[in-house]
């Protein structure tokens, strides 16, 4: 079967719109412009320190590192864990079991 550009196209839209759907949602979208490091290359570096399943992801400014950070929830089996990239330098800022009162 040849395929058209067009149906070519079309599938790597749909493949690329499945992938991102699979996307927990991202909340701070409105510091991204302070931040030197993307949301991918954060989760990159999150799931390679916990790998996991992403459950929920933000950019917030808290203390630590410089101050921006990405967070994420990283599910893994039945515990989840709170991994923290800071978004100016890629460093790994924590990596903990979130515990009963996560916040």
Known sequence: MKLTPLLLAAGL??????????QPAFTGHELSG??????????TIAL??????ITDQELE???GGTGLRYSF????QKAVYEVGVDARTGKLLENKKEGPHPD
């Open 73 to 76: 929830d990283v599910k893994v």
């Open 48 to 53: 390679k320190a916990r790998p996991g399943q």
């Open 34 to 43: 302070q931040a030197k490091v993307s949301l991918d290359q954060a989760r």
């Open 61 to 63: 400014k808290e203390k």
């Open 13 to 22: 839209a749909a493949g690329a719109s499945a992938a991102l759907a699979a």
